[in-house]
């Protein structure tokens, strides 16, 4: 136990992890079916969970629906306090929550840390918007009426998450939906299940403590078998999905053919524009971060830097430099800056991927390659890697989930890089290097970026929860987190109120008895 992972799951009151483990509602973990977890971090196995069958979600869905009645009827306000007090369960668990997170997906003790405390910021972001579920009043062209809109919970929400953000991603959605007064059942990703069970056993804590019931959060484990539970159920009206666009767009289809309510967070091909007047230290920080950091596992980790031409050989040269210095290691140990892919498909499809960038034309700048050895004993840790290629190349045009950068060149305008950049069938997230107001302003207006995330003078990877997140095109075009976003987990209902004695109809249409 050389992480001291043993502890980590008893105070994150995971048991039974040789026998799987389930949510602690053993009445809904009738299966005998386990997913097992293994590290990336050293191969090892942490445990075992159950597989929810059919008969565990309707147990779930039946649990959901009492919970919801009691939930929608408990104030705004006071839901948010519950939350406040899920926030302060997190600040006690944050490195043993942060720690799980890193040993099971692989990124950073740092970033799993920094997982956790974006948990954190969305609970307080959401206690304060107990007291905001705002609508408008208008006024009516009848006299003496009265025209409001109120915003009333959903009922169930359905959470599909992603293996790269285990926990934030499920964050987000839960607590907004719950000062919302719905009520959720998450399915995590397969690949990270122990970090889900960690966060239902935290969730439940604090239910427990206030009296209320554990359904108001829900868990449910499996593959996309068991996910597609959730998005076939006409009892769930919004299903939130994160993850591919191959997944989204099978997703899209089943909560369509129901005429449910879908929020889609899926893949991007996030580019930086690099232009004459790119401040060349802070680019190469902001790309080298952007492309390796989590191993290039983030929706928005940098996937293409479009360079002018003037600056070219310059940032290449940066670039080499830079990624000559990047240790490749264990994540636990602060001191590597790449950590492991998830698992042996991913370093598949990582290896597919550099073969077909020189099958295309493509010309490898920093090899890339597996790591094996002692310390790489998972067989899950390689080489971030950067590659010349051409916009029109179809490796180009798909998110490789991986640490490989690539490097396009633009010449004249501004213009010339908007047009590689918006020419791809993602639109998460985008950025441009400049200090010149008029390329900035550019690259921000409708002329400019199509993405749902545009920055300015800061690279594409990561976002603060108080903005809405999310991205156009192949992306799927949801919203989550800040902002507005709460609003897809209500329905809008518009309410006039006559406190007349006539009854005159809208438009001045006459209708006498
Ligand atoms: P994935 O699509 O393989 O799986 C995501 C989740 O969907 C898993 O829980 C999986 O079990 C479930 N799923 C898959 N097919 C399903 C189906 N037909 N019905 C119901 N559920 C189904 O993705 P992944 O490999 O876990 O994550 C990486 C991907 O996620 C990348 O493309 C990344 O860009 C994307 N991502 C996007 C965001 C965002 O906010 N836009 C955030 C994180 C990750």
């Not at 006690?92 to 740092?110: H, I, P, T």
């Not at 490796?395 to 590689?420: C, M, R, W």
């Not at 400049?434 to 921000?444: G, K, S, V």
């Amino acid at each position: 136990d050389t992480f001291g992972i043993k502890k980590v799951l008893e105070e994150l009151g995971i048991k039974d992890i040789n026998e799987g483990t389930s949510t602690g509602k053993s009445q809904f973990s009738s299966s005998a079916a386990f997913i097992k977890s293994f590290s990336p971090v050293d191969g090892e196995l942490i445990g075992s969970v159950k597989i929810s069958t059919q008969e565990d979600y309707e147990k779930v869905v039946e649990s959901a629906q009492v919970a919801f009645k009691t939930w929608r009827n408990t104030p705004a306000p006071l839901r948010g306090e519950i939350v406040r007090q899920f926030g302060d369960k997190l600040r006690q668990k944050k490195e043993a929550l942060g720690l799980l997170v890193s040993y099971e997906m692989g990124k950073s003790y740092q970033e799993g840390l920094g997982e956790v405390q974006e948990m954190i910021d969305i609970c307080d972001f959401a206690v304060g918007l107990s007291r905001q579920l705002y609508g408008l009043t208008m006024h009516s062209e009848r006299p003496g009426h009265r025209m409001y809109e109120q915003y009333h919970p959903l009922g169930i929400v359905g959470i599909i998450s992603a293996f790269n953000f285990p926990v934030a991603v499920w964050a987000w959605n839960a607590t907004l939906a719950w000062v919302c007064g719905d009520v959720c059942i998450w399915k995590p990703s397969e690949k990270t299940p122990l970090t889900g069970i960690a966060c239902q056993n935290i969730a439940a804590e604090v239910f427990e403590a206030n009296n209320l019931p554990e359904g108001i959060s829900n868990l449910i484990n499996g593959d996309q078998h068991v996910g597609s539970l959730l998005t076939k159920d006409t009892r769930v009206p919004l299903i939130s999905a994160t993850g591919s666009t191959r997944m989204g767009k099978i997703v899209a289809q089943d909560v369509a053919a129901r005429l449910g309510k879908s929020l889609l967070e899926l893949g991007g091909n996030n580019a930086i524009i690099v232009t004459p007047d790119a401040d060349i230290k802070m680019t190469i920080i902001g790309a080298v971060f952007g492309a390796v950091g989590t191993c290039g596992q983030r929706c928005t980790s940098t996937r293409r830097l479009i360079i002018h031409d003037s600056m070219y050989d310059k940032v290449k040269d940066a670039l080499v430099k830079a990624y000559s210095q990047l240790k490749i290691g264990n994540p636990l140990d602060e001191t590597n800056h790449v950590g492991p892919l998830i698992d042996q498909d991913a370093v598949k499809m990582y290896q597919n991927a550099l073969v077909e960038v020189e099958n295309q034309g493509g010309k490898i700048l920093i090899e890339g390659g597996v790591l094996v050895g002692e310390n790489y004993k998972s067989g899950c840790y390689v080489k971030p890697a950067i590659a010349e290629v051409k916009p029109e190349y179809s490796i180009v045009q798909h998110e490789t989930f991986a640490p490989i950068l690539y490097l396009l060149k633009y010449s004249g305008d501004v213009e010339n890089a908007l047009h590689i950049q918006n020419n791809v069938a993602q639109g998460l997230s985008s950025a441009i290097m400049t200090n010149n107001l008029r390329e900035a302003e550019q690259f921000l207006s409708v002329n400019g970026s199509d993405c749902g995330i545009a920055n300015v003078n800061i690279g594409t990877s990561g976002a603060e929860i108080g903005g809405a997140f999310g991205g156009e095109k192949e992306t799927g075009g949801g919203r989550e987190s800040g902002s507005d976003a709460w609003k897809v987990y209500m329905r809008r209902q518009t309410n006039t109120i006559n406190y007349t004695t006539n009854l005159p109809l809208a438009q001045g249409i006459k209708f006498e008895l």
